[in-house]
């Protein structure tokens, strides 16, 4: 390598280093400038950021999508969708904390409520919605009867902390699965604009 290409390449490289860390979040920018709405979601591995992105889709872009670990400020959006991934029957602790301290921010905000969840790849039924969506996400965002899914989500093995993925794998017959469908995360979209308008 010559001194000329090697004097570029360092500098582009502290160029790189100089870009402030809040340009390297995980946010979702749509097609859409100075949007009004947001999707904040709580993952463990993506099926739930994915549904998120399906989501924002299915409103042609207008939304802007945070992962709840960039401890997103969301005071400046008129309308907010939130939704996460299900262990245990609840969503992260993340998620639940970050809902819990900000309240104010999401009370009368809150347009749409989602879940991701396995459910032992059975299809889901009134009670995912019961326990899932009416006993836990409305209640953590204070909202009223809104537009609400539950999505069946997937495992992907490489994407699980060891001990949940043995614990997962203890389940007779498990196998890694795919159940998100990118057509009903959209239609999803669509519903809660309609709503709205």
């Known amino acids: ?75 400046k959006y008129k309308h907010l969708i939130i939704g996460g991934a299900i262990r245990s029957g609840v969503t992260s602790n993340e998620l639940q904390e970050y809902l819990a301290k900000h309240k104010e921010i999401v009370k009368n905000k809150t347009r749409g409520l989602f879940a991701v969840c396995g459910n032992m790849r059975q299809p889901v039924t009134q009670e995912q919605y019961k326990n899932l969506i009416d006993n836990h996400l409305a209640q953590l965002t204070t909202s009223g009867k809104i537009p609400s899914k539950v999505f069946l989500g997937r495992i992907t093995w490489g994407l699980m902390e060891p001990d949940v993925q043995k614990q997962m794998k203890a389940f007779p017959n498990m196998e890694e699965y795919d159940n998100l469908k990118r057509s009903e995360c959209m239609e999803f979209g669509k519903e809660i604009l309609k709503s709205v308008k």
């Open 1 to 75: 390598m010559n001194k000329r290409t090697f004097l570029k390449t360092g500098l582009s490289a502290i160029g790189l280093l100089a870009i402030p860390n809040n340009l390297w979040g995980m946010e979702f920018f749509p097609t859409t400038k100075n949007t009004e709405w947001a999707i904040l979601y709580g993952t463990w591995c993506g099926t739930a950021r994915d549904a998120s992105v399906w989501i924002s889709e299915g409103m042609d872009g207008i939304a802007d999508v945070f992962d709840v670990r960039e401890n997103p400020d969301l005071s």
